[in-house]
T-cell receptor, first 113, second 114 residues
Framework: NAGVTQTPKFQVLKTGQSMTLQCAQDMNHEYMSWYRQDPGMGLRLIHYSVGAGITDQGEVPNGYNVSRSTTEDFPLRLLSAAPSQTSVYFC????????????FGSGTRLTVV | AQKITQTQPGMFVQEKEAVTLDCTYDTSDPSYGLFWYKQPSSGEMIFLIYQGSYDQQNATEGRYSLNFQKARKSANLVISASQLGDSAMYFCAMREGAGNQFYFGTGTSLTVIP
């Protein structure tokens, strides 16, 4: 099925460990983004990309890296996990300026202990 | 200043009744889009409805309608004939201008009572 595929769905990390959250879309969307969702704070933008080879920071980029080598893939790397990064992470994609909004992945629930 | 404000952390509605979820926004850009998303307990984000700043009529999608009051900068979601499956978190979001960055509100938790 067409859409945004996020893996893994759940992950537990120890403080200081690194990991990569995977995101892939097969809709040829130019725009991809990563959000984190914390209780009472809605969704906050971490990083985004407007096309292959182009990335930029969002509202809360510290502690995270991204790259966009292809249109389809947009992985999010946690460099050295901290308990403050315990959250639910969503990858989303869209056409540029589309009226249909984002298509979201199913989310990754990350716990850092 | 918050771009999107949702002032109702939780709402209750009787099954088959209508309910309005409030959303106000802040932008100086004349071109923007307003969106509502539903997040059930399973966690996925589901797009519900879109309203463009230049749209003359309020958007409707089935039982969902968006009460767009441009001068008041409000974009309230109206759900008619509530169903038990409508119980979820609802997020209002805005995209400014030609960009694709979305600003989300903090959400409203809706519970439909049988």
């Amino acid at each position: 099925n067409a859409g945004v595929t996020q893996t893994p769905k759940f992950q537990v990390l120890k403080t200081g460990q690194s990991m990569t959250l995977q995101c892939a879309q097969d809709m040829n969307h130019e725009y991809m983004s990563w959000y984190r969702q914390d209780p009472g704070m809605g969704l906050r933008l971490i990083h985004y990309s407007v096309g292959a080879g182009i990335t930029d920071q969002g509202e809360v980029p510290n502690g995270y890296n991204v790259s966009r080598s292809t249109t389809e893939d947009f992985p999010l790397r946690l460099l050295s996990a901290a308990p403050s990064q315990t959250s639910v992470y969503f990858c989303a994609s869209s056409y540029w300026g589309g009226t249909g909004g984002y298509t979201f992945g199913s989310g990754t629930r990350l716990t850092v202990v | 200043a918050q771009k999107i404000t949702q002032t109702q952390p939780g709402m209750f509605v009787q099954e088959k009744e209508a309910v309005t979820l409030d959303c106000t926004y802040d932008t100086s850009d004349p071109s923007y889009g307003l969106f509502w998303y539903k997040q059930p307990s399973s966690g996925e984000m589901i797009f519900l409805i879109y309203q463009g700043s230049y749209d003359q009529q309020n958007a409707t999608e089935g039982r969902y309608s968006l009460n767009f009051q441009k001068a008041r900068k409000s974009a309230n979601l109206v759900i008619s004939a509530s169903q038990l499956g409508d119980s979820a978190m609802y997020f209002c979001a805005m995209r400014e201008g030609a960009g694709n960055q979305f600003y989300f509100g903090t959400g409203t938790s809706l519970t439909v009572i049988p």
